[in-house]
């Protein structure tokens, strides 16, 4: 992403590339979670969601801006409270998008990670998966194989959310 005006990554100025380090770091974080989980193929979409959705709770519990610093380890209880199912998710992610936007207006510099957290949260807000409806009663015939049984659409990250809980969980 090539932002004009604004400093490069080294600090000198010049128009030069700013790199959204602590996306790209929450982004590996989520992905090395749900691939060590082994939930989902990869080239999943439910796959993504769940990706997205970690990266989010990573990037957007990032407070103190020392994600590239932290330890992993460190924070999993935190991410795991954040995605519990019982959880105003989605309203936090809302909060804190908007608290992470009005910082990087007060600092009038780029904002490349806030972009890309912009980004994977229309994804995941947008984007509709076909999903097995936890919701159906029990009992409404019988299932044969994976495919059977009722299906919804559904936000993919309500889809994502667990999935990334439970990643963390196995980690």
Same mark, same amino acid.
């Given at each position: 992403?090539?932002h004009?005006?604004?400093?490069s990554?080294?600090?000198?100025?010049?128009?030069?590339?700013?790199?959204?380090?602590?996306w790209?770091?929450?982004?590996?974080?989520?992905?090395?979670?749900?691939?060590?989980?082994?939930?989902?193929?990869?080239?999943?979409? $439910?796959?993504? @969601?769940?990706r997205? &959705?970690? /990266?989010?709770?990573?990037?957007?519990?990032?407070? *103190?801006? %020392? +994600?590239?610093?932290?330890?992993?380890?460190?924070?999993?209880?935190?991410?795991?409270?954040l995605?519990?199912?019982?959880?105003p998710?989605?309203?936090?992610?809302? $909060?804190?998008? @908007?608290?992470?936007? &009005?910082? /990087?207006?007060?600092?009038g510099?780029?904002?490349? *990670?806030? %972009? +890309?957290?912009?980004?994977?949260?229309?994804?995941?807000?947008?984007?509709?998966?076909l999903?097995?409806?936890?919701?159906?009663?029990?009992?409404?015939?019988?299932?044969?194989?994976?495919?059977?049984?009722?299906?919804v659409?559904?936000?993919a990250?309500?889809?994502?959310?667990?999935?990334?809980?439970?990643?963390?969980?196995?980690?």
């Amino acid at each position: 992403m090539l932002h004009r005006g604004h400093q490069s990554t080294d600090g000198t100025g010049g128009g030069g590339l700013t790199v959204p380090m602590a996306w790209l770091y929450a982004e590996y974080i989520a992905d090395e979670l749900l691939r060590t989980g082994d939930l989902m193929p990869p080239t999943s979409f $439910e796959f993504r @969601a769940g990706r997205d &959705a970690l /990266a989010l709770t990573i990037f957007l519990s990032d407070i *103190d801006g %020392e +994600l590239p610093g932290i330890r992993v380890v460190s924070q999993l209880d935190t991410w795991l409270s954040l995605t519990a199912y019982d959880q105003p998710w989605q309203g936090w992610v809302r $909060e804190r998008m @908007a608290q992470v936007a &009005a910082e /990087a207006a007060e600092q009038g510099g780029p904002a490349p *990670d806030l %972009e +890309l957290a912009e980004a994977a949260w229309r994804w995941l807000e947008e984007t509709e998966l076909l999903a097995p409806d936890l919701n159906a009663v029990p009992g409404g015939g019988p299932v044969t194989g994976e495919d059977d049984g009722p299906k919804v659409w559904t936000p993919a990250w309500q889809l994502g959310l667990p999935l990334g809980h439970l990643a963390i969980h196995l980690f």
